[in-house]
């Protein structure tokens, strides 16, 4: 059974920052993409960062372009958890912040390919 548990949000000051965790168990394969998603009220659920790692021990990421520089997604393959830590945080990174796992062995942008997804944990930066 294929889990993961989010944790690290809470609630900061504009210009702050935080990390979230992502442990992640059950894949069938750790070469599986692994994203962060979010969603504020009223929106539709976005895009914010992945990785996965693939052959030979490379690592591979990439950001969407509202997080892109303040946002950095790293993890740990032995202890499979993927993080998020963002710095610089805005009134406007207030959301839900989701950890997902893709069926697929390289990053899309699209909340279809992933099938796997953690309960969410709430961000609120105040102004």
């Known amino acids: 059974q294929v889990q993961l548990v989010e944790s690290g949000g809470g609630t900061v000051q504009a210009g702050g920052s935080l990390r979230l965790s992502c442990a992640v168990s059950?894949?069938?394969?750790?070469?599986?993409?692994v994203a962060w998603f979010r969603q504020a009220p009223g929106k539709e659920r976005e895009f914010v960062a992945a990785l996965n790692w693939s052959g030979m021990g490379g690592l591979k990421t990439y950001y969407g372009e509202i997080v892109r520089g303040r946002f950095t997604v790293s993890g740990d393959d032995v202890k499979n958890t993927v993080f998020l830590q963002m710095n610089g945080l805005e009134p406007e990174d207030t959301a839900v912040y989701y950890c997902?796992?893709?069926?697929?062995?390289?990053?899309?942008?699209?909340?279809?390919?992933?099938?796997?997804w953690g309960q969410g944990t709430q961000v609120t930066v105040s102004s």
């Open positions: 059950g894949l069938a394969s750790n070469k599986n993409a």
């Open positions: 997902a796992a893709s069926r697929l062995t390289y990053i899309t942008l699209s909340t279809r390919d992933y099938t796997h």
